[in-house]
DNA sequence: GTGGTCTAGACCACT
DNA sequence: GTGGTCTAGACCACC
């Protein structure tokens, strides 16, 4: 399991921990039931705050991709939650958008974007492209 | 001139405004040499601190797209400023990058991306495509 | 008599006025007793606001460089002050060090420093270099 | 660390910070990697505002000079900014014309000039003039 | 502890 | 009237 930090993002650590997390279930490079790594193996092979990997992994459970037992460990859920409400749907949409303006705006052309787009999507794996 | 902001959202409020003026300026809404609202005008109308506008628009002027002159007020440049760095255009991929990941395992299709992506580059007005 | 006026200038227009009258009167394109053009004629001449002139003269008037005669216009003054006291030029030279730190800083390398300075040097006419 | 503010200079407080620090990188004073001080630690130093020390780290930031990171600190950047595009260059040019034009015919005279000029510059490390 | 954002309100310089 | 700077003090997110 590989996590790539960068301290200097503008998003938050912790973030960019569920954010890849949540990405190694839908994809099913995690698998229901399989064990994460504890929190302190993390934080140390990560080189953050034991704090900082405790939060990501207390919001992945709060939204239901993990289950903690205690003395135990932490695994990913035998069933994952719905990924999103229509509501969210249409925030990330704007996000998007908002996104794509600005890099516009800052220099990148039509092609550029388009590239960046299609690149990236063929990388993704195919999960639950319906729900 | 129509803002909206929202006060919920988590992006702060002066990058509401300056990505919504950098929105009207590609899109051809504001025009240059065009006069923007003053910012007592504007922070009175969108009841924010004069000081939050006074910020988006120095976020705006340090990048080119607007100018202020001197107890005279604050206009579209007339000049669309020039290319931003190698560096920067990088940072910006690496940020659409990001948003589209996110977007796809927060829950949008490829095909819902393709299309925003494709209807916003749409909408902008031809400007710096070729500088 | 030729001004140059820069509106998007960071130094008031004003003080422009002020600082290219100066320059002329200790270059000697200025003669002492010599007429200056009148408000309202530079103003309309340089496009700026009369207010704007009016407070240039003021100052020139003020530091003794010029002399207004009510009902006949404005003169430059027959024994032009001392330029400076030591501490004027001690900030002029704080000043100075200060800017030539800022313009390499900001990516200009030690000959254009140096050229610009000689280049700069050299342009300038021979007045009273003694006082 | 020693910082000196003027409260009674034209240039703003945040600027003769800026300013300072600049300095400080560049002639060595402070190392890439290195810690400064806190917002809060400095601004209670200097008897200013946090805000004010806010706007002068965050100018830096923008400038590449120095770098932030969430919740542990502020820290000189380990690689040098880049070279500044031409256009601000020329902008740097045109304002060391004005000061060296000001510094003149304020009543320093071409030697002094040049002085402050050459003691300034071999004071400077050696940064970027290769890049 | 750190920096980031925002408000309220003051004062100043410029046109 | 315009924008620019600064203060005082609040609240938040992150580590």
Redesign the pocket.
Known sequence: MLFHID?HSS??????ITSQVKEMCYTGLLRPGEQLPSIRELSSQMV??P??VS?AYAELERSGLIVTIRGRGTFVAEVLPERSTPRERARLERMLRRQIIDSYYGGLTREQIRDVTEHCLNELEAPHDGN
Do not use: A, D, G, M
Not at 11 to 16: F, N, V
């Open positions: 301290t998003s938050p650590i912790y973030e960019q953050v705050n704090n900082t939060r």
